[in-house]
């Protein structure tokens, strides 16, 4: 790899300047410029010691000395010497004229050893515009080989605005991972900065059945048959979801990505159900995984053409091919897990199924008024980035009501440090009380109303302890997610006057509720998961639609559900394409309770 180095020309520019400021003589003058020659000849380990000898005399050469003693270093690959003289360099001679091209050094010498953090930490120091391209091309060279997820996930989270960064962590989602959270990331990742230039290529099979198998695609034609887009007797979906095919194995139930076929299975017992009230669906799954050109060869195919619904694909440029084509095509296109409005901003046909942060926050601030308290609002928020963008989303909201926001700010941690990082007017519980006869002070905060957006289970109930060590006492408004449901109590959930964003609510006391999950365990022989409830009621909504009102959703007012036989909480799309049904729950007489 070739790194940005001192030119020749910028060498003796700098030397030129060096002699008309400085008293260099001309003897250590030669020295200095025939133990650079050594380094530009490659003879490294005889240029180390002429260059030492410069530098231990401190005179003005010597910050230039150390620059190349740390180069040549790097060339014989000793990184920890070179790193080691940089870092001296810095310390001595913080103000060296030439320090970009120090740091430039250091970060490809962290780089080469892994040490992103204080690589990425270095680039953001230099300031000379004209290294900008050389950054880029360092950061790409290394970032890309970066195999752990975690790992960039974090380097993302230190460095948010770092679009190679953001670049690199698409790049690795879309090739390797399932999760939902991580597809949810990629998707707002790309939002922000775009599609990667090149993604590794995954083997992508197409299939025509009701149950995922692998087949050869169709090649691309021009042709496409014309397509009837009135109500009919049967409507065609195609299941474009990552199955993996190649990695499967029956006898494995925890998979990578076993929400995809808990997805798939719903969606077929919704398929029966149709089938009962006389609507026929299709049923083509097609394994897509995160080839671009497979998916483009597949929608472009002369059976794909009669295709009325498609459900997926859940990566970026997959999904954005697959949007193209729907819009030019009127076929209609459901994202499954999806939350970010931006996938059906401009797109008509193209529907979330679940509501978007945007469509929560909404339904949160309703609430918000509802309870007729102080228009005074403190936001906290945990530290994934869908808990920033609930938050940020839920802050704008306020403020277009004419809210005061009183704090804003993530927090984690203990229940003590999170009360000991909210700044509002009242003072904190000490952690320890200065005497052990005089009680720690806590003066009571007029808070109309406390939101926490959290992904982790464990921070509700820090939160809600958090607040009465601050003796806030406003209702708290907080995501579901912050909460096991299964280690929190009763009265965890009474503590205070707790309401709950909960977009997957299920009722389990309700009866269709009940059926369907006794009909799913004798067919399955296990419960069904979230997934399985989330694929049965987007297909059971759809196909119904499809029977109404054919493709062409032109009647707003009847796109919603006007049955209680969904499993969640129905379908919105009266006034947008992302659902308009954000639950929120309260727990009331010993369970939780739809409010909204």
């Known amino acids: 790899m070739n790194y940005r180095t001192l030119t020749i020309v910028s060498l003796l520019l700098l030397l030129n300047k060096l002699l008309a400021v400085a008293q260099v ?48 270093a790097f060339r014989q690959r000793d990184f920890t010497q070179a790193r080691l003289m940089i870092k001296q360099l810095m310390n001595r001679y913080p103000n060296w004229q030439k320090m970009d091209d120090a740091t ?40 890309g080989r970066v195999t752990n997820l975690n790992q960039l996930k974090q380097l993302n989270r230190e460095f948010p605005d770092d679009r190679i960064v953001g670049l690199a962590l698409i790049d690795l989602i879309q090739r390797t ?60 979906v195609a299941i474009m979801f990552p199955f993996r095919l190649d990695e499967f194995n029956p006898d494995k139930r925890q998979r990578s990505n076993q929400y995809v076929y808990d997805l798939y299975n719903g969606i077929k017992m919704a398929k029966d159900k149709l089938q009962e009230e006389g609507i026929t669906i299709n049923l083509f799954a097609y394994d897509v995984d995160n080839d671009a050109n497979k998916t483009l060869e597949l929608v472009n195919s002369p059976a794909f053409a009669q295709t009325d619904m498609i459900i997926g694909p859940l990566y970026v440029e997959p999904n954005r091919i697959a949007s193209t084509f729907a819009n030019q095509n009127n076929m209609l296109l459901l994202n499954p897990i999806a939350t970010s409005s931006e996938l059906v901003s401009n797109q008509p046909m193209s529907f979330l199924a679940q509501p978007s942060l945007n469509q929560q926050a909404l339904k949160a601030a309703e609430l918000s008024r509802n309870l007729k308290g102080l228009r005074r609002a403190a936001i906290y928020f945990g530290s994934t980035r869908k808990d920033s963008l609930l938050a940020t989303a839920y802050r704008n909201e306020l403020k ?103 977009p997957d609510f299920i009722d389990s006391s309700r009866e269709p509720v009940t059926a369907f999950e006794e009909e799913y365990l004798a067919k399955q022989n296990t419960i069904p998961s979230i997934f399985v409830s989330q694929g049965y009621d987007m297909m059971l909504f759809f196909g119904r639609q499809l029977a109404k009102n054919g493709t062409q959703f032109r009647n707003r007012n009847s796109l919603r559900s006007d049955t209680d036989d969904y499993l969640l909480s129905g379908f919105d799309y009266t006034q947008s394409n992302d659902n308009q049904l954000a639950p929120i729950v309260k727990f009331e007489d010993g369970r939780f309770v739809k409010i909204n």
Request: with cysteine; aromatic share 10%; hydrophobic share 35%.
């Open 25 to 72: 003589s001309g003897d250590a003058l030669k020295r200095y410029k025939a133990a650079v020659q050594l380094v530009q000849t490659g003879n490294y380990e005889r240029a180390r010691a002429d260059l030492n000898t410069i530098i231990q005399r401190e005179g003005a050469l010597a910050p230039y000395a150390h620059y190349y003693y740390a180069l040549a």
């Open 400 to 502: 277009r009501q004419n809210y005061q926001i009183l704090d804003f700010r993530k927090v984690s941690g203990s229940a003590q440090t999170m009360a000991d990082a909210m700044k509002l007017s009242g003072t904190a519980t000490p952690t320890r009380s200065t005497s052990a006869t005089t009680p720690a002070t806590v003066t009571p905060v007029s808070v109309g109303h406390v939101f926490f957006a959290s992904s982790n289970d464990e921070e509700g109930n820090r939160m809600i302890d958090a607040l009465s060590r601050r003796k806030v006492n406003g209702p708290l408004i907080a995501t579901a997610s912050a909460f096991d449901f299964y280690k929190n109590g009763p009265s965890t959930f009474t503590r205070r006057d707790l309401y709950l964003l909960y």
């Open 177 to 236: 991972a399932t999760d939902k959270d991580d597809l949810e990331l990629s998707d707002r990742l790309t939002n922000r900065f775009g599609v990667p230039g090149t993604v590794g290529p995954r083997s992508t099979s197409t299939a025509a059945s009701t149950t995922p198998s692998a087949a050869t695609p169709t090649a691309t034609t021009p042709a496409q048959p014309a397509r009837n887009t009135r109500a009919k007797g049967y409507y065609n």
């Open 104 to 143: 430039y050094l250091f970060a490809a010498t962290c780089m080469e050893t892994g040490q992103y953090e204080d690589a990425l930490d270095a680039i953001q120091q230099i300031r000379n515009p004209a290294f900008r391209t050389d950054v880029t091309k360092l950061e790409q060279a290394f970032l």
